[in-house]
């Protein structure tokens, strides 16, 4: 794994050809050289996008470019904001459909008179669905493109969302959950997309940025159930949740495809507009140069994720993406638990769970929402922490040490502390939970190539779901049975994690992102270059 290790800037070194110093832009190839290596035009500016299709033969060079150079110094600006706040917003819409499951269990554990273990079906069937839809959505990302995965599934998510909130009962609701879930399987993907626009310096700050619209859409969801549940009930909150990502659909025609996706499937004059698009909004000027484009037929197989310079990383990120579901959704299944049981100290002074026969429930009351809302802001100190961390220590470093501090501050929870420390250490664990949860996002599009990188970020997701899937059971049923137990898995879960994290093969920290899996080969940087000067010099 040495190679990996090694500073990829080499590959992205510029290089000039001294035989012209046109201002134009000439597209060449070099399949004589029996690789997937395209070079690619780059619009100039004395031309528009219609005439700066990609040509060859002609005998005029001029500066090799990847699309991290031409994203580097075409800079972060205004049209980077805009796609935060499109893709942001269904963030928000997949954070409220997430949340709500920690508000609508113990809900219709009371008014459907539900026993333990069909409660935890209620959250643990959307998880299901996620399970499933994940790798499918990452998949059709990396086959048809960034923007066509993520309009078909959010499209998916509103319709099933609208109809589960006309469930005539528990079964229906399963089922139409589930379908959710399904859909949310594409969420991942926002970041996929948002990542592939980025400059390599700004990354990793702006896509912890983005996890705050997460933040948002919990405490949103929140403060709406606060509001519609007294008075208009559930159904009215599963309607009205939906609107985040209905809004989202009504403005995807404005969502572009990635460049790296265009050029990566042989559209090279869509991928030059998308550019020059950027290059408008944010005010700069499109550099000279002709772009490397490595073309793939063969995008989003499984088995490029189980290569040999991918097989270690590939199974520790599943690991740690199921650590960081495991823990994030358990903790937030189990703060109305603990907060309505008052935690150890319920248990010591005889306030003991329910078991599965008993169906004696408590409906959520104001202070409980209210403590929810100040665990949910939690999030928000995590992710700006974490966002100063990542560009510092490191995305593996910050990941493990957040995992370290959740184990941490659940040990207090085994003394009976009273509600306000309880409080205090769940919001601190929610914390860092959700930063290290937003760390795996910048790590994993980082690690991964073009080609397979919406595939990987779904397949990662599919596995935090049977932490998910699993998580409910841990902390809504095994926790009835003993709370001692009950934290004990959760820290251990924690520590175990934060050491995978530290053993990752590569760190990516000012790192580009990587284009194909010829990149990745073993002195793939030199040959690559060479492949550019023959190129270039075959055609005088």
Known sequence: MDYLSRPRR????????????????????DEDQNT????????????????????????ETEETLTVDDVLEIIGFGKFQWKLCALTGLAW?????????????????????????????????????GMMLGCPMWGQVSDKYGRRIGLTMCTCWTVFYGLLSAFSPGHGWLLILRGLVGFGFGGGPQTVTLYSEFLPVKKRGTHI?????????????VVLLALWIMPTLGWRWLLGVSTLPLATFVCFTFWLPESPRFDLLTGNTQKAMVTLQRVARDNGKTMPEGKVIAHKQKNRGQ????????????????????????????GIVLLTPELLQSGGICGTTQGTKFESSCNLQCN??????????TWTTVAEMPGIFGVLFMVE?????????????VVSFVILPLYACIGRIPLTIFIFIARAFISGGYQGAYVYTPEVFPTESRALALGTCSAMARWGSLITPFVSEVLLRKSMYLTLSIYCGCGLLAGIVCLILP?????????????NTEYGAEDHSNESVKNSTLSQD
Request: hydrophobic share 40%; glycine share 6%.
């Open 363 to 372: 409906y959520l009351t104001s202070a409980d929402y209210k403590d929810l």
């Open 392 to 404: 510092r220590v490191g995305r593996k470093n910050s990941m493990a040490l957040c995992f370290f």
């Open 506 to 518: 590569m760190e990516t920290l000012g790192k580009g992102l990587q284009e194909s899996t010829f």
């Open 10 to 29: 080499s590959f992205y070194k510029r290089h000039r050809n001294h035989l012209s110093s046109e201002e134009h832009f000439v597209g060449q190839s």
């Open 36 to 59: 997937d290596n395209e070079i690619c035009t780059i619009a100039s500016r004395k031309f528009d996008a219609e005439n700066s299709a990609s040509r060859c033969g002609s005998d």
């Open 92 to 128: 928000t819409g997949d954070a409220m459909e997430m949340m709500i499951l920690s508000i609508l269990s113990p809900q219709l554990k009371c008014e459907w008179r539900l026993p333990g273990y069909k409660v935890a079906l209620i959250t643990s069937v959307v998880f299901i």
């Open 208 to 220: 912890m940025m983005m996890s705050i619209f997460w933040s948002v859409g919990t405490m949103f």
């Open 302 to 329: 499984f088995k490029d994720l189980f290569s040999p310079e991918y097989r270690r990383t590939t199974l520790l990120l599943w690991f740690i993406w199921f650590a960081n579901a495991f823990s994030y959704y």
